[in-house]
């Protein structure tokens, strides 16, 4: 078993050496969407690694991609779903917001206040800040994002 650090959440998480991070990760009951069924594919289980990186595996081609589309990303940046634990000593950030899942999910806040960021399943940008008023026309964005995350899904790998 290695340790894994986790900011700004906080706690410890004890995950079996070659397993993947999302795993430790939803092992905490956090929301992580995985949206590509956990093939590198979307952003929906981007994290920072701020430190421990020689601890985890390398990124493959297709986890670069698809973090080259992150609006968020840095060089501290990596897909639970495709990062192994070899070591001991991460640190793993967890970006704040949550990653629309759902039409319906937004659609039901209409004229309501967003308690936290809203995030493109995607590209891991914002949609809709934290304190913002989601409105119809913010809706309408969502029903894009969505079409493009239906596209993802579908696509073979």
């Not at 706690?11 to 993947?20: F, I, N, P, Y």
């Not at 949609?127 to 493009?148: D, H, Y």
Request: with cysteine; hydrophobic share 40%.
């Amino acid at each position: 078993m290695k340790s894994v650090t986790m900011v700004p959440v906080g706690g410890q998480l004890e995950v079996a050496t070659g397993s993947r991070l999302v795993e430790g990760l939803l092992s905490q009951d956090l929301e992580i969407e995985m949206a590509c069924g956990g093939r590198g594919l979307c952003a929906t289980c981007h994290v920072y690694l701020r430190a421990g990186k020689d601890c985890v595996s390398p990124p493959s081609a297709r986890e670069l991609r698809t973090l080259g589309l992150v609006a968020t990303a840095d060089p501290d940046s990596r897909l639970a779903c495709q990062c192994h634990i070899e070591g001991n000593g991460i640190v793993v950030e967890v970006p704040e917001g949550m990653y629309v899942q759902s039409i319906e999910q937004v659609d039901a806040l209409v004229g309501t206040v967003a308690g936290y960021d809203y995030l493109h399943p995607i590209t891991g940008q914002r949609l809709i800040p934290k304190g913002k008023l989601i409105t119809r026309s913010i809706f309408n964005e969502f029903v894009s994002a969505a079409k493009e995350l239906k596209r993802v899904r579908e696509t073979p790998t």
